[in-house]
T-cell receptor, first 117, second 115 residues
Framework: DTGVSQDPRHKITKRGQNVTFRCDPI?????LYWYRQTLGQGPEFLTY????????KSRLLSDRFSAERPKGSFSTLEIQRTEQGDSAMYLC???????????????FGQGTRLTVV | AQSVTQPDIHITVSEGASLELRCNYS??????LFWYVQSPGQGLQLLLK??????LVQGIKGFEAEFKRSQSSFNLRKPSVHWSDAAEYFC?????????????FGQGTTLQVKP
């Protein structure tokens, strides 16, 4: 078990470009979450998947954002036409919710730091 | 409004001194409660969690937290702080009745440790 893996760790992009981030969860975890963290703030929920189904999206997730988890394993988060306000740390977490009972926790990856210039 | 509050944005303690980080929540019932730690540029590591039962919870790295229903609090404590404890600490909840597992975080407390 190598934990939750995110790639890339850092991304610098020009305003208007598209970017895609990848998250590989812990293999037996059925739930996968994306959070965004801006400087000096706590992480904020963006969206989550149960297996391949995207079950909830935050209002923070504008139509420029799209997330997928095509086979219920890894997930991608794409941001189209990036804006400077998208600069943040994007965190992925996974959880075996429901498989070990309701009393469980999420395990986080190290995040992808996005800087839009 | 339902929320998680960490009243202290920044705390400085001397190495070897005791530490208490405050967390308050405002929900109609008791949520699931968590403390995470984040080192600069890193992801979050779970220190401890409370779902039910004994209100004093032991975690990793010598941390403990006490749930107090009457005060809607879940404060994190450590008897003797080490320089390596300098980091950002986040209190988080899964709201009561939630079946999504999504976490609601406080704004965080930055801990600085003086030698």
């Amino acid at each position: 078990d190598t934990g939750v893996s995110q790639d890339p760790r850092h991304k610098i992009t020009k305003r208007g470009q598209n970017v895609t981030f990848r998250c590989d969860p812990i293999s037996e975890h059925n739930r996968l979450y994306w959070y965004r963290q801006t400087l000096g703030q706590g992480p904020e929920f963006l969206t989550y998947f149960q297996n391949e189904a995207q079950l909830e999206k935050s209002r923070l997730l504008s139509d420029r954002f799209s997330a997928e988890r095509p086979k219920g394993s890894f997930s991608t988060l794409e941001i189209q036409r990036t804006e400077q306000g998208d600069s943040a740390m994007y965190l992925c977490a996974s959880s075996p919710w429901g498989r070990q009972g309701m009393n469980t926790e999420a395990f986080f990856g190290q995040g992808t730091r996005l800087t839009v210039v | 409004a339902q929320s998680v509050t960490q009243p202290d944005i920044h705390i400085t303690v001397s190495e070897g001194a005791s530490l208490e980080l405050r967390c308050n929540y405002s929900y109609g019932a008791t949520p699931y409660l968590f403390w995470y730690v984040q080192s600069p540029g890193q992801g979050l590591q779970l220190l401890l969690k409370y779902f039910s039962g004994d209100t004093l919870v032991q975690g990793i790295k010598g941390f403990e937290a006490e749930f107090k229903r009457s005060q809607s609090s879940f404060n994190l404590r450590k008897p003797s702080v080490h320089w390596s404890d300098a980091a950002e600490y986040f209190c988080a909840v899964v709201p009561p009745g939630s079946n999504t597992g999504k976490l609601i975080f406080g704004q965080g407390t930055t801990l600085q440790v003086k030698p």
